[in-house]
């Protein structure tokens, strides 16, 4: 079984850019989330799709993040335009509808916004 | 305050000691508690789940939750080089997470 992929795992983009990071979950989850962690500081929550619904986006910082999820299956967050505190990893995590135990992790796109 | 809380470390321990990494969280209503393990550049990885309080053991691995205190604990036993990692508290459907503690131990 495919884990959780993101892409890109590295993005340098000068503020004021824009930049889309994508995630494809497991197969067969419904449930795909979104988190950040900047230097230092815990993983921080931004936004939580059920299929192609958003189900709480209370995490998300500001209207200049925009995520999606057309077709319930791979997502997207964009940044637009990107602020040099919006640097981090961002991961994303998939789980299946209905299980509460742990959820899969992909192995994160480092941001740097210089 | 802050949803999660967990000391940031380092905590080193030798081989074979028992590390204990401690987590207090906020929120009373809080239901489900995670413990993931990360290593340096890479995801979290999840060891352990807890729901109920007392304690629940898996290998070398027992959370233990006490939810009238509002605390959740993890203890490694028998620590190995290996486990050196940043471990990390989440509580609810893993919305909120501690800033992780960082565990070394020495061979």
């Known amino acids: 079984e495919a884990g959780v992929t993101q892409f890109p795992s590295h993005s340098v983009i000068e503020k004021g850019q824009t930049v889309t990071l994508r995630c494809d979950p497991i197969s067969g989850h419904d449930n795909l989330y979104w988190y950040r962690r900047v230097m230092g500081k815990e993983i921080k929550f931004l936004l939580h799709?059920?299929?192609?619904?958003?189900?709480?986006e209370s995490g998300m910082p500001n209207n200049r993040f925009l995520a999606e999820r057309t077709g319930g299956t791979y997502s997207t967050l964009k940044v637009q335009p990107a602020e040099l505190e919006d640097s981090g990893v961002y991961f994303c995590a998939s789980s299946q509808e209905g299980r509460t135990d742990g959820y899969t992790f992909g192995s994160g796109t480092r941001l740097t916004v210089v | 305050q802050k949803e999660v809380e967990q000391n940031s470390g380092p905590l080193s321990v030798p081989e074979g000691a028992i590390a204990s990494l401690n987590c207090t969280y906020s929120d009373r209503g809080s239901q489900s508690f995670f413990w993931y393990r990360q290593y340096s550049g890479k995801s979290p990885e999840l060891i352990m789940s807890i729901y109920s309080n007392g304690d629940k053991e898996d290998g070398r691995f027992t959370a233990q939750l006490n939810k009238a205190s509002q605390y959740v604990s993890l203890l490694i036993r028998d620590s190995q080089p290996s486990d050196s990692a940043t471990y990390l508290c989440a509580v609810k459907p893993q919305f909120y997470f501690g800033t992780g503690t960082s565990l070394t131990v020495i061979p």
């Open positions: 799709f059920v299929k192609e619904s958003k189900q709480d």
